[in-house]
């Protein structure tokens, strides 16, 4: 398939209220994307949904980023009556990246502080606590290991493309159900309750987490990954994109690594 | 308190930095009611600064306006303003006995950490308390932007309606915090739409009133900063007492015309950027509430040099370095937008720290909008502890790196020689990376070390 792509229509970008749920600095994964996409000759559409705006007809990746309580009660009744399209979508192996509120949103339900109960989007089984106010938020460097086909079975050539490195800062704990499986397992840090050794979720091509960083500009086989699920989502057959180095990826990537083995707590 | 004022001299002596905070440490060991104890020997009282961005550059300009005024302002200057900070600047005054010297003219001017606020307040009991904005800023260590507003609102509920408030008119999140108050409120703000935004910055942090509709906005400054009302439960931004009428931003210092509840009088501020006129009228406004005339609050304002490390200038032979302190998205934005306006070719140091008062999460790179700089083609080289990853965000900006350089001595000696002779480098640091950089440019320009400045009574180790 090699660079047969670069002739292929624009992949679809479909960022969800990206004015809204754009707290945490997560509009680099798109930065991230764009930049990665342009390197590759891969041509991009981008659309941007936030309150009443309509969904595009169809998507091949779908980003949403982290909020406070806020942000998500302004958008959750919104976003879950989007639900049958989203679920459709990811049923159809669209690629999708729900980080941090917006993962949480992505589940099946999210309990705030106060005990309210806002509804998911329910791509994943997942549901999540949001704990009183007395309770400790999961802050800080965190490393886990993918457990995603396409970045766990390159593990055994590039140790790097299995490992995922970012930043979490979540006070809800969230819990997966028996039909999801997680992201990835926690080395160092908390991940999604800080109790069993999960962090995020994945459904089809669809990846929940909790990683800020921005996650992808510093994990480049995850960035990959994403963008080869879009493209073949796009043609309608699976792609393997051509190897590219990222040298500024890579660099970040090795010492954010370090510094979350040094400052983060070991699982 | 003699203990305290030692053991900030031992520190110094051993070539550990300014010893700024420790001081307050262990006098606070000692006296663990120091802070109540001295607020009382204040005869004018205490005035509190506090928000994101520009506390330390408002602080500053207010005591040389007070100063100008014929007042006697203690402060914490230099950026340490946590607790320990407040006692370290307490014990640097007293005498021998432990007392404070003496003065019918006392007023304590204290910029304090936003976090750091609620707490402290009771035990300060500020006649004055001035709020200069509220942005999103290391939420590794504040957690929400949302719940450090919860805890101002808490903090002023319980307070004595005798302080008094001085706010941000153009920040909703600051406006609000004077809504339906019994308490006298002095508001700031900028009045002239030709210095606003013409699209809105990314990085937002007040887009829904409290019933959840959706701020619009007259003008943008910064950010969430401007001229906002709802069009659905009706608040508004409220006028100011001491605006902004006009504002010519020049590349190295700023032209503004204030009005001070109907007097105008004309500043010329030694600093650039839109959010020191900000500072400048927060300044203003905090001392027009305090009685100082408009004429005094001019003179001061057009004197007052920048504070450490906020805009200082080095002269290293025929180069200069500014050194411009960023530690947020706000922050950052405002100083791209500063050298975006700036004249000749752009020589950028760009140094990234990862401690705990830097924050240690660098997420909020990408929160800033580097992309402005894009189209100057900087020569940049990326500095400070994570390094890689601020080369990797200019990467994504369009801007490759000249060179990648961690450690701070090496990386000031390849930035000055790609600084041409005659031309300026820019140094933009996060704070810990600021002080280090600080550090080394003085040394080289045989300038004395922060501790020893006149104006740095005690110099920093707490928060920014």
Known sequence: ?267 | MIAGRGAGAATRRLGRGGGTALPGLVAGAIAPRLLEELSTDLPLGVVTVTGTNGKTTTAHLLAAILERAGLDPLANHAGSNLERGLAAAYVSEVDATGDLEHSDRRIGVFEVDEAALPPLFPRLQPRLATFLNLFRDQLDRYGEVDSVATGWHRMLADTSPQTGLVLNADDPNIALLGEGSARAVTRFGVDDPEVALHSAEHASDARFCPNGNRYRYDAIYMGHVGLWYCDCCGSRRPDPEVSARHVVLESDHSIVTLSIAGTEVVVELPLSGLYTVYNALAAAATAHALGVTPDVIAAALTEAGAPFGRQERFQLGDKTVRVLLAKNPAGLNEVIRTLAASDGPLTVLAMLNDGIQDGQDVSWIYDADLELLTGRRPTLIAAGDRADDLALRWQLAGVEAQAVVPETEAAVDVALDETRPGDRLDVVATYTAMLAVREALARRAGVASYWERPDAHRPAEAAP
């Not at chain 1, 998911?120 to 290991?145: C, M, Q, S, Y």
């Open chain 1, 1 to 267: 398939m090699s660079s047969s792509y670069t002739d292929a229509p624009p992949v679809r970008v479909v960022s969800l209220y990206p004015d809204v749920m754009n707290v945490y600095a997560d509009r680099g994964n798109l930065l991230a994307i764009r930049h990665r996409a342009a390197a590759r000759g891969i041509a991009l559409e981008e659309f941007d949904v936030s309150l009443e705006d309509p969904l595009p007809p169809e998507a091949d990746l779908v980003l949403i980023g982290g909020g406070q309580d806020r942000e998500q009660h302004r958008i959750a009744a919104e976003l879950a009556a989007r639900g049958d399209t989203l679920r459709a979508w990811a049923e159809d192996d669209t690629a999708m990246l729900a980080v941090c509120g917006g993962f949480q949103l992505f589940g099946r339900w999210y309990r705030d502080k106060r005990g309210r109960t806002l509804p998911g989007v329910g791509v994943f089984d997942a549901t999540t606590v949001a704990p009183g106010p007395r309770a400790e938020r999961a802050v800080g460097d965190i490393l886990i290991e993918s457990a995603v086909p396409g970045l766990g079975p390159r593990a055994e050539r590039d140790p790097r493309a299995v490992q995922v490195v970012g930043f979490e800062n979540h006070a809800g704990r969230t819990y997966l159900g028996p039909s999801a499986r997680p992201f990835g397992c926690v080395r160092f840090g908390r991940g999604n309750n800080g109790a069993d050794i999960y962090e995020g979720a994945v459904y089809r091509e669809a990846i929940g987490t909790y990683l800020h960083g921005s996650v992808l500009p510093k994990n480049p086989a995850l960035l990959d990954h994403l963008l080869a699920s879009a493209l073949s989502h796009r043609l309608g057959a699976l792609v393997t994109l051509d190897p590219l180095p990222a040298p500024y990826a890579e660099r970040a990537h090795t010492a954010a690594v370090a510094i979350t083995e040094r400052r983060s707590p070991p699982r």
